[in-house]
């Protein structure tokens, strides 16, 4: 199992930035990509960022230019610094990782922005 757990959400005015935080445990070695996703509209949560073994970056298009994803691996901790913020970027945030059997998803971390 791994286990996900974010942080560094929060209130921000628009145009203001963020740096969402998610430490990894468990069977961590297994993990072949990890990433971001947000809950929009749909049942189905979409892909923000995603960043893969091979150091491969992934990005919505809403959000190219604008958030980066990134990660520390001696600390176990990916990071998603999101900058120009918009209202159209409040959501809740899900750190996610996958290995071959299954995905994993931290709890979310609420990111609103005011205009």
């Known amino acids: 199992q791994v286990q996900l757990v974010e942080s560094g959400g929060g209130l921000v005015r628009s145009g203001g930035s963020l740096r969402l935080s998610c430490t990894a445990s468990?069977?961590?070695?297994?993990?072949?990509?990890t990433g971001w996703y947000r809950q929009g509209t749909e049942r189905q949560r979409t892909m923000v960022a995603l960043i893969t073994n091979d150091n491969k970056t992934h990005y919505a298009e809403s959000v190219k230019g604008r958030f980066t994803i990134s990660r520390d691996s001696t600390k176990n901790t990916l990071y998603l610094q999101m900058n120009s913020l918009t209202p159209d970027d409040t959501d809740v945030y899900y750190c996610?990782?996958?290995?071959?059997?299954?995905?994993?998803w931290g709890q979310g971390t609420q990111v609103a922005v005011s205009s």
């Open positions: 996610y990782s996958a290995n071959l059997r299954q995905p994993y």
């Open positions: 468990g069977d961590i070695s297994s993990i072949l990509v």
